[in-house]
């Protein structure tokens, strides 16, 4: 970055940026190189400022959530990497006394586990399915984010989106989340950040719903290696089959390359071992893949998104 477009984005957002940030911290797999910028933004002026300067400067950048999907390169990222918080984490709810639906507007910025702890709590039953998947509300967006039969996108209304031009809502019969993706949202990526979302919800028993969370969480201690640093599901299912199983077939639990490790407990889970690398994840992404295609014929697509 040039000295002058350094010094003036310092001057913009005093405080609030980490120049050559290592991004192992902002990942759940503990991975990537790093960013030539990370900046925290808080509230929706800040943003624009940001998201005009970055397109007037011609500046690449990506916003992220929690990293909980992603592997980023050894090599890091040449531009700026976003990161919504303060404002961005908000959450108001609309409640009608006479009937047993919820509306509620929840920041992108926010994490899944806030979000669904304010909801067991209010008793609004919906988000349950949520409990333990580590992202914020935005990544969770863009992933259609789900379990158990269950996604994000079904329970979503309008979102918010702000480009460099201002802020666009979109209604829910705008939204076309498929299968892990909201696939619409590319048409948007180049320029857009998700900033804000609303989310239909029952009201519920709160003892009920408790109880669904806990049964849920249970689930995941006993079928997920959490011990270890991983993005979750690192392959999506093929129709009409798992990833996990497919792998297991082919024989790759427990297989390595460098630090990543296929899991002995998940096969579909790409775990760091301690000191994995993105190269070493994507050799492992490629046997794993080669193995399956041969003893299958089905190729695996990763559901982690690559930066
Ligand atoms: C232990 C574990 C368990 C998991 N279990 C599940 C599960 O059960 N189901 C499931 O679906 N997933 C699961 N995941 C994967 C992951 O948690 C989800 O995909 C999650 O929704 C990603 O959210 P994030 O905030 O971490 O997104 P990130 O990984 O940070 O980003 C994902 C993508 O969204 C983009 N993005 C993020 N925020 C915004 C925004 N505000 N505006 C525009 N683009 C944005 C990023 O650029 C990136 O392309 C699991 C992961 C782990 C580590």
């Given amino acids: 970055m040039e000295p002058g477009v350094k010094e003036k984005l310092s001057g913009m957002f005093p405080g609030k940026i980490q120049w050559n940030c290592s991004l192992k911290e902002y990942t759940t797999f503990s991975i990537g190189g790093r960013a030539q910028a990370l900046v925290k933004v808080t509230d929706r002026n800040e943003l624009q400022k940001l998201l005009c300067f970055v397109d007037a400067k011609g500046l690449l950048w990506r916003v992220i959530g929690r990293g909980s999907n992603l592997l980023i390169s050894d090599n890091g990222f040449p531009g700026i990497i976003i990161v919504l918080q303060g404002d961005f984490s908000r959450f108001t709810k609309n409640v009608v006394e006479e009937s047993k639906d919820v509306v509620i507007r929840v920041g992108a910025g926010c994490s899944l586990g806030r979000l669904l702890k304010n909801c067991v709590d209010s008793g609004f039953s919906g988000l349950e399915f949520t409990v333990g998947i580590p992202g914020t509300v935005g990544g969770a967006l863009v992933m259609n984010a789900g379990a158990g039969g269950e996604e994000l996108g079904t329970v979503a209304g309008s979102v918010t989106l702000m480009t460099q031009n201002g802020i666009v809502e979109l209604g829910k019969n705008e939204l076309d989340f498929t299968y892990r993706s909201w696939r619409g949202f590319d048409k948007f990526r180049p320029k857009s950040v998700i900033i ?100 299958s014929g089905i190729r695996l697509i990763p559901e982690v998104h690559f930066l």
């Fill in 196 to 295: 804000e979302s609303e989310f239909f919800l029952k009201k519920g028993d709160v003892r009920q719903i408790k109880a669904s969370c806990q049964d849920l969480s249970e689930r995941r201690k006993r079928t997920q290696p959490l011990e270890y640093a991983n993005a979750g599901s690192f392959f999506k299912n093929p129709v009409g089959d798992s990833a996990g199983r497919l792998i297991e077939a082919s024989g790759c639990k427990g297989m390595n390359v460098g630090g990543a490790a296929v899991s002995d407990k998940h096969a579909n889970f790409l775990v760091n071992c301690g000191n994995a690398t993105a190269s070493d994840v994507l050799g492992l992404m490629r046997k794993v893949q080669r193995k399956v295609r041969i003893n």
